[in-house]
C-alpha cells in the first residue's frame, strides 16, 4: 500500500491495444450497483488536454496559471501544469477525497509497486507481465494459462466485478483486523527484520539533519583564502554599483534632446579612468570609452559602429536612437547598503570576484569543519604498501578524503586501526574530542561482529540503521561526545553513494548552508532500467543531449557495489524511485549530476 492511500487500491495493467479503457468502461457500472464508490486515476504516455481551445479556462490556462479550477453546480476540476516533470504517483493519490470513495482504480502506471490485474489479449501476441512483477494479483486473458495465480475471463465482465468487489472485501478485513501487537513482535526473522530500523533515502537524511548543527566559530581571512569558505555574516555593498553613469559601449555621447541633428562637434575624448568636466553644448558629442564617465551635459551614446568620423566632426548611420540608451546609471546593479550575500552562501569565483569588486580585502567565514577519518581492519592494507595474501588496498579512505576536501573540511587521518576493540575505543575517543565529525566505513551492516561495533557501542549513541536503498543499504549513525558519528558501508561505490546522500548534506548544514539541496533533474533512459520495488535505486550514469537538445542517460554497464571504476566513469547517478520496478527507454527518470560533487 502506498503511503497516500487509507483505502482499497487495484490497477489494471496491459499493454496499448488491450482494451484497458473498454473493460473499466463496462465494469465501472458494475461495482457502482455494487455500491463501490470508484475513484479512478488513468495514466496516459503521450501529452494530453482535458480542456478545449476557445473555453474560458483554456485561454486562461494558455495566458499563464500553473493551476486552473474551474467550478459549476454538478463538478469541479482542478487541471495543474507540469512542464519541468511528471508528478508523482503518491502525490497524485493524495488528490483524491478518500473520505468520499470505497476504491482507487488506476489505468495503466504498470511499472509502479501497487496490487494489480493484468489484462492479456492472445491476439496482440505481447509478453506477459506477471513472471516479471509480484504486484500483480490476477490475470483476465483469454486464454488458458499454467500460473496459481487467479485467472479471469476477460470477455466476462461480471466475473471481473465479482472478483473486485471480493478484493475490497478483503482489503476492509485486513484494514479492520490489523495483526496483533503479540504477532508483530515475533516476524521470521531475515535480512529485513534484524535490522532495528529500516527507512527510505529521506527520512534517513531527515533524521540526521535534525540531529546535526552548525558550526559557530568563525574566522577572518583574506578574500584569496575564503574560496570555498561559507559567509558568516551578510556583505552589504559599501558603494554603489557602477559608482558613477558610465557609458555602456565605445561609441559617441549626446544629449538626448539634440537627437535628430545632422552632424555634431567632436569637442573631447574621455577614456575609461577619466573624465571630462567642460560644458557640451547643442550639436557637440564627446567621443566616449566603455566604463568611462559620463560627462554631466550628455545622456545617450551611440555606439561607433553606427558613425562616421571625419575632421573632428561626427554623423550618425541610423535614425533609430532612443534617449538614455547604452549609458550605466550610478547604482543600476548595486545601491550603497544594499545586501549583497547572505551568511551562509558558500563562496566561488562568482562571489569572490563580486566582494573584490566592491573593495572588500577580507571576510568573516565560518571555519572548516574538522572530520576524523580511519579504516580498520587487520587485513587492509595502505596503497603503495606490499601486498601479501589475504589483504586487500584500503580505498575508502581514499575516496572518503577526496570528497571531504572538495567540501572544503579539515580533515585528520588517523590511517588503518588494527582489529583491537582498545585500540578502536582510544581512536574514536581522541577523534571526538578533536574533531567536529568521526567518519569510518565497513563493519555496520547487521549481523556484523567487527571490532568497531564493539567498540561504538561502549562509547555513545549509535544507531545501526538499514536503508532501503542500493547500493549503500547499511549505515550506522550517532554521537561520540555530542559529536556525529557516520559509519559508511565498506563497499567502495556504496560508500560514495552514502556520503553523497548522508554525510553531504550534514556536513553543508554544518558548514552552515540552510536547506541546501542536491540538483535533480528530469533525462529520457536511452536503456531499460531495472530496479526493486520497495527501495530507491542508485545506478551509475552518463548523461548527455540528444539531436534535439533532450537530456538523454544511459548506464555505465555493470552496477556492482565493488566497481569503483564505474564511479569514474559516471556523470550522475540515475535515481529510481522505491515505487517503480522498471523505467522503460524513453521514460523520464530523475538523474543527480556529480559534476563538483566527487
Known amino acids: ?56 479556462s483554456y485561454r486562461l490556462r494558455k495566458a499563464g496559471a500553473s493551476q486552473m479550477l474551474i467550478s459549476s453546480r454538478n463538478r469541479h476540476a482542478l487541471m495543474t501544469e507540469t512542464p519541468e516533470s511528471e508528478a508523482e504517483f503518491d502525490y497524485l493519490l493524495s488528490r483524491f477525497d478518500q473520505s468520499q470513495l470505497d476504491l482507487l482504480l488506476v ?105 546535526v548543527e552548525q558550526q559557530v566559530s568563525t574566522e577572518t581571512l583574506s578574500l584569496k583564502q575564503c574560496v570555498g569558505k561559507v559567509l558568516a555574516k551578510d556583505i552589504v555593498s559599501p558603494i554603489n554599483v557602477p559608482q558613477y553613469t558610465n557609458s555602456a559601449m565605445d561609441g559617441f555621447a549626446i544629449r538626448s534632446k539634440d537627437i535628430g541633428l545632422a552632424s555634431f562637434e567632436i569637442v573631447a575624448e574621455v577614456m575609461a579612468g577619466h573624465a ?61 547598503g544594499q545586501a549583497v550575500f547572505t551568511a551562509g552562501t558558500r563562496i566561488q569565483a562568482p562571489e569572490l570576484g563580486m566582494m573584490a569588486s566592491l573593495g572588500f580585502g577580507q571576510c568573516e567565514v565560518l571555519k572548516p569543519i574538522k572530520v576524523a577519518l580511519f579504516s580498520t581492519g587487520d587485513e587492509v592494507l595502505e596503497a603503495g604498501e606490499e601486498q601479501v595474501a589475504n589483504t586487500i588496498y584500503d580505498s575508502n579512505r581514499y575516496t572518503l578524503f577526496a570528497q571531504l576536501e572538495r567540501m572544503g573540511c579539515d580533515i585528520v587521518d588517523y590511517g588503518i586501526l588494527e582489529d583491537n576493540e582498545q ?54 549513525f550517532g554521537k561520540i561526545n555530542e559529536k556525529p558519528f557516520f559509519g559508511l558501508p565498506g563497499n567502495p561505490v556504496a560508500v560514495m553513494v552514502s556520503f553523497i546522500n548522508f554525510v553531504e548534506p550534514a556536513l553543508r548544514k554544518m558548514q552552515g548552508e540552510e536547506n541546501w539541496q542536491a540538483l535533480k533533474v528530469q533525462a529520457i533512459a536511452a536503456e531499460n532500467l531495472r530496479s526493486r520495488q520497495g527501495r530507491t535505486e542508485f545506478s551509475r550514469g552518463v548523461y548527455s543531449t540528444n539531436e534535439v537538445g533532450q537530456l538523454v542517460v544511459r548506464t555505465t554497464g555493470k552496477q556492482g557495489s565493488g566497481i569503483l571504476r564505474s564511479m569514474s566513469e559516471a556523470n550522475c547517478l540515475i535515481e529510481i524511485s522505491p515505487a517503480v520496478d522498471t523505467v522503460k527507454e524513453g521514460e523520464s527518470v530523475t538523474i543527480i549530476p556529480l559534476q563538483g560533487r566527487l
Not at 445 to 451: E, I, L, Q
Not at 459 to 471: T, V
Open 1 to 56: 500500500m502506498t503511503n497516500n492511500v487509507s483505502l482499497p487500491l487495484l490497477g489494471f495493467a496491459a499493454f496499448s491495444g488491450t482494451g484497458k479503457t473498454t473493460l473499466l468502461e463496462a465494469l465501472l457500472p458494475k461495482l457502482t450497483e455494487a455500491g463501490l464508490r470508484i475513484g479512478l486515476l488513468k495514466h496516459a504516455h503521450h501529452d494530453f488536454d482535458v480542456d478545449k481551445p476557445g473555453k474560458d
Open 107 to 211: 489505468e495503466g502506471c504498470k511499472n509502479i509497486a501497487f496490487p494489480k490485474v493484468e489484462l492479456h489479449r492472445k491476439a496482440l501476441d505481447k509478453p506477459w507481465l506477471y513472471p516479471n512483477d509480484d504486484n500483480i494479483i490476477a490475470v483476465a486473458c483469454d486464454e488458458a494459462l499454467d500460473t496459481e495465480l487467479p485467472q479471469l475471463d476477460l470477455n466476462n465482465i461480471d466475473e471481473i466485478a465479482q472478483f473486485v468487489v471480493a478484493y475490497v472485501d478483503l482489503e476492509r478485513i485486513k484494514h479492520d483486523n490489523p495483526p496483533s501487537t503479540q504477532q508483530k513482535s515475533k516476524p521470521a526473522e531475515c535480512c529485513d527484520t534484524l535490522s532495528p530500523a529500516t527507512m527510505s533515502v529521506t527520512q534517513g537524511q531527515q533524521k540526521i539533519l535534525s540531529l
Open 276 to 336: 571630462y568636466s567642460g560644458e557640451v553644448k547643442t550639436g557637440q558629442a564627446v567621443k566616449i570609452m566603455t566604463g568611462a564617465p559620463m560627462p554631466a551635459d550628455v545622456d545617450t551614446v551611440i555606439m561607433r559602429e553606427q558613425a562616421n568620423e571625419v575632421d573632428g566632426v561626427v554623423s550618425f548611420t541610423t535614425d533609430n536612437i532612443k534617449a538614455k540608451q547604452n549609458v550605466r546609471s550610478a547604482g543600476e546593479d548595486l545601491a550603497s
Open 423 to 476: 585500540v578502536m575505543i582510544d581512536c574514536l575517543e581522541k577523534a571526538a574530542s578533536e574533531c567536529d565529525m568521526v567518519i569510518t566505513s565497513g563493519g555496520v551492516s547487521v549481523g556484523d561482529a567487527d571490532y568497531i561495533k564493539l567498540a561504538l557501542d561502549k562509547l555513545g549513541s549509535i544507531d545501526f540503521w538499514r536503508i532501503n536503498m542500493r547500493p549503500g543499504r547499511p549505515l550506522a
